[in-house]
C-alpha cells in the first residue's frame, strides 16, 4: 500500500490482482483487440502512405491552367459548339498570380512550367516528348526531381536539358550528349543532355524532357509566359477545396491531384471508411468484453462490497473503484495489444517481401498510435465499466452482507 | 462540550419488508431503547425475532419505515446515503458473524479499510493505529498475513480490531462468535469486554449464547419484533 495511492486505486488493483484468471483472460482478450487496430492501423498508413508518395512523387497537388477557352461556333453554318483546336496559351499575368499564390500559408511551393509537345531527334531517333521548362529550384520543392537524378545532376542553364533514362535508351543518349528538339511552332534547339532521372513511373519517365523554363519558352513560342503554375500544399488532402478557392479567387482552372485520381482518391477513402468500422466493431467487443467480466466480478464480490460499505465506503468510492478496474484492464490491454501488434508487424515484414528481397514499404508502430490506443482503450474501458460500476455502488449492504 | 450521556436513542422504531406489495410484513413493531455511553448489552432472542434487522437499523445500514433515531445525539432522518456514510464510519464498528474480512487485502490493511475509506488514501498515523490495535488483540505478529489465511478466531480478532480503528462510540456485533468454538468465543468475548472497560465503548452484542449474555451489564431480548425483556446484571 503506497502512501500516495488513493484507495479507490488501491482496491482497483487488489481486486484485480486477486481474479487472477479472469484479469489475465480479460486483458489478453483486450490486447489481441488492440492489436487488431494498431496492426490494422500501421499497415493501412504504410501501404496508403506508399501509395500517395509513389502518385504525388510524379505530380504537384494542383495545377493552375489558363481558363478553357470558351468555345464559339467556328462557322455560321455548322451551328455546332466545339472546341477550339488547342494551342499554347500562357496564363495573363502569371507573375502577379505567382506572388499572391506563394504569400498563402496553406500553399508550400509555386512553380511555374512551361510545357508542350516537342520532338526529340538524335541521329535516326526520332520521339515525340513533353517539353518542361522549369525553374528547377522551385520544381523540385513540388517533384523531388533532384532526388530521382540517376546521373549527371540536374542543371538546367541555357541549352541544358535533363530526361528520362527511358529515353535516353530509346534515342540512344547519355549524358554529355547532344539532343534535338523541334517543337510544334517549327523552333528547333540543340540542348546538352546533363542528367538522366528516373522517377519510377513509366508513363512519366518516357517523354519528359526538362529544359530551362527560359529555353522552354523560346522553344514553345511562348516568350515571357508560362503554361501552367504547379502547387505543393502544406495538407494534401486539402486540395480539392483549394482548387476550387483558386479558381474562384483567380479564374484559372484548378486540377487538384484528388480530382485527376478520383478512382484513387476513392479507394482511399473507402479503405480509411471501412477501417473505421472495423475499429468500430472490435472496439465495441472489447467494451462488451471488459463490462461482462466486471459484472460477474460485481456479483462475486458482492459481499465484499457491502463490507466496505458498512466501514464507511461511499457509494462513489465503489463506482470509481470499479471504473478504475475497467481502465486499469484497458490500458494494460492495449499495451499488451501495442506489443502483439509490433510482432505481428515484424513478422509481416519479413514474409511480405518484393521479389528481390526487400521490404514492399516500410511499416512502423509509431508511438503516437500506441498512445492513442492506451488512450482509446483506457476510456473504453472505463466507460465499459459504467454499468457494472452502478451496479456495484447500488448494492444495498443489508443483501450484501447476508446473501 | 459534554458529549451526550446516550451513543443510542430509538423511539417508536418500526420496520417492514416488502412495503406496498401483498407481501409486506411488519418485522420490528415499536421499538423503544438506549444505550449509555460505555454500556456492554446483549440483545437476545429467538431466531427471525428481528436481531439482525434491528442491528443493521442501528447501524445505518437500512433505514426505519418509520420512528425516530439518534446516534450520539444526532438524529437521522433526515441524512441522506452519503450522511449516513460518514456517520456510520466515524460513529460505528461492525464484528459480523462470519468475520466478513477483505480477502484481498492483508489484516493489517483490512484493520486500516474504516480509515482509509474515511480520508481518502493512506498515512503513517493509520497504519501505525491499525498495527497498534493488531498488537492489542494479540495478532502483532500476523499483520500482513492475507485475511484468508487466517483462523476463524484470528480473523474475528481482526474483525474486532477494525471495529475499533475508526474510535467509534458504538460497536454493534452480530453474532461474534457464533461460528468459533467455546474457547475462541470466550478469547473473542473478554476481548471486546476489555476494550469496553478499558476505552468506555459501548457494545450492543446479538449473542445465542446464554453463558455470555449472562456476562454482559444489561439484557434486552427482542421476541416477534417487540422488546419483551430489558434487565441490568445486579451485582
Ligand atoms: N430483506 C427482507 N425481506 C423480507 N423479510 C425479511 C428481510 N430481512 C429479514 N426479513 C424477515 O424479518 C424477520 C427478522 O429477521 P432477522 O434476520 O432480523 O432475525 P434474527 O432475529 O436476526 O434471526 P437469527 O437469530 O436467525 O439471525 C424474519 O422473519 C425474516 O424473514
Ligand atoms: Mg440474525
Not at chain 1, 484528388?258 to 468500422?277: D, M, W
Request: charged share 20%; glycine share 10%.
Amino acid at each position: 500500500m503506497h502512501p500516495w495511492l488513493p484507495f479507490e486505486w488501491i482496491a482497483a488493483t487488489r481486486f484485480l490482482r486477486e481474479g487472477r484468471m479472469q484479469s489475465l483472460l480479460i486483458i489478453v482478450g483486450v490486447g489481441v483487440g488492440v492489436s487488431v487496430i494498431v496492426f490494422m492501423s500501421a499497415l493501412l498508413t504504410g501501404l496508403q502512405g506508399n501509395l500517395l508518395k509513389r502518385t504525388l512523387s510524379s505530380q504537384a497537388h494542383i495545377v493552375l491552367l489558363p481558363p478553357e477557352e470558351i468555345a464559339r461556333p467556328q462557322r455560321a453554318d455548322a451551328g455546332v459548339l466545339q472546341k477550339q483546336a488547342q494551342r499554347l496559351r500562357s496564363i495573363d499575368q502569371w507573375q502577379n498570380i505567382r506572388a499572391r499564390l506563394a504569400a498563402m500559408p496553406e500553399i508550400a511551393a509555386v512553380s511555374p512550367v512551361a510545357s508542350g509537345p516537342a520532338f526529340a531527334v538524335r541521329g535516326e531517333a526520332n520521339k515525340s516528348v513533353t517539353l518542361l521548362g522549369i525553374e528547377p529550384a522551385h520544381y523540385t520543392r513540388i517533384i523531388a526531381l533532384d532526388e530521382k537524378i540517376v546521373a549527371g545532376s540536374l542543371r538546367l542553364n541555357a541549352g541544358e536539358a535533363v530526361i528520362g533514362n527511358e529515353l535516353a535508351r530509346e534515342l540512344g543518349a547519355g549524358v554529355g550528349d547532344k539532343l534535338r528538339l523541334n517543337s510544334a511552332s517549327g523552333a528547333t534547339d540543340t540542348l546538352t543532355i546533363t542528367g538522366l532521372f528516373d522517377l519510377g513511373n513509366k508513363g512519366v519517365n518516357a517523354p519528359n524532357v526538362y529544359v530551362g523554363l527560359r529555353t522552354a519558352q523560346t522553344l514553345l513560342d511562348l516568350v515571357g509566359g508560362v503554361s501552367s503554375i504547379d502547387l505543393g500544399l502544406v495538407d494534401i488532402y486539402s486540395a480539392e477545396t483549394i482548387a476550387r478557392r483558386l479558381t474562384a479567387e483567380t479564374g484559372l482552372q484548378a486540377d487538384s491531384w484528388i480530382k485527376t485520381n478520383a478512382q484513387f482518391f476513392t479507394a482511399l477513402t473507402s479503405q480509411k471508411v471501412s477501417s473505421n468500422v472495423i475499429r468500430f466493431f472490435v472496439g465495441l467487443s472489447v467494451a462488451f468484453g471488459i463490462a461482462s467480466v466486471l459484472v460477474v466480478s460485481v456479483v462475486q464480490r458482492a459481499r465484499e462490497i457491502g463490507i466496505l460499505r458498512a466501514m464507511g465506503t461511499t457509494r462513489g468510492q465503489i463506482l470509481r473503484t470499479f471504473l478504475l478496474q475497467g481502465g486499469i484492464v484497458g490500458l494494460c490491454g492495449s499495451l499488451l495489444g501495442s506489443l502483439l501488434a509490433w510482432l505481428f508487424l515484424s513478422l509481416w515484414q519479413t514474409l511480405a517481401r518484393n521479389p528481390d528481397g526487400t521490404p514492399m514499404f516500410a511499416i512502423t508502430v509509431e508511438l503516437w498510435l500506441v498512445l492513442v490506443s492506451a488512450a482509446g482503450a483506457t476510456l473504453v474501458g472505463i466507460l465499459a465499466a459504467f454499468i457494472p460500476a452502478r451496479r456495484a455502488a447500488a448494492l444495498d449492504p443489508v443483501v450484501a452482507i447476508r446473501g | 462540550m459534554a458529549e451526550p450521556a446516550a451513543v443510542l436513542e430509538l423511539a417508536g422504531i418500526h420496520k417492514s419488508y416488502g412495503r406496498g406489495s401483498s407481501l409486506e410484513v411488519e418485522v420490528l413493531h415499536g421499538i423503544e431503547l438506549s444505550l449509555l455511553r460505555g454500556e456492554f448489552a446483549a440483545l437476545i432472542g429467538p431466531s427471525g425475532s428481528g436481531k439482525s434487522t434491528l442491528l443493521n437499523l442501528i447501524g445505518l445500514l437500512d433505514r426505519p419505515s418509520s420512528g425516530h433515531l439518534a446516534i450520539d445525539g444526532a438524529a437521522t432522518a433526515g441524512l441522506d446515503d452519503r450522511a449516513l456514510t460518514r456517520l456510520r464510519g466515524r460513529r460505528i464498528g461492525f464484528v459480523f458473524q462470519h468475520h466478513l474480512l477483505i480477502p484481498a487485502f492483508t489484516a493489517l490493511e483490512n484493520v486500516m479499510l474504516p480509515m482509509l475509506a474515511a480520508r481518502g488514501r493512506p498515512d503513517g498515523e493509520m497504519r501505525q493505529r491499525a498495527s497498534d490495535l493488531l498488537s492489542q488483540v494479540g495478532l502483532g505478529e500476523r499483520q500482513h498475513h492475507p485475511a484468508s489465511q487466517l483462523s476463524g478466531g484470528q480473523q474475528q480478532r481482526v474483525a474486532i480490531a477494525r471495529a475499533l480503528v475508526m474510535r467509534p462510540s458504538l460497536v454493534l456485533a452480530d453474532e461474534p462468535t457464533g461460528n468459533l468454538d467455546t474457547q475462541s468465543a470466550d478469547g473473542v468475548f473478554a476481548l471486546m469486554r476489555t476494550i469496553n472497560e478499558q476505552q468506555g465503548t459501548s457494545f450492543l452484542v446479538v449473542t445465542h449464547d446464554p453463558r455470555l449474555a449472562g456476562r454482559c451489564d444489561r439484557q434486552i431480548e427482542l421476541v416477534d419484533g417487540r422488546i419483551v425483556a430489558d434487565t441490568q446484571r445486579t451485582g
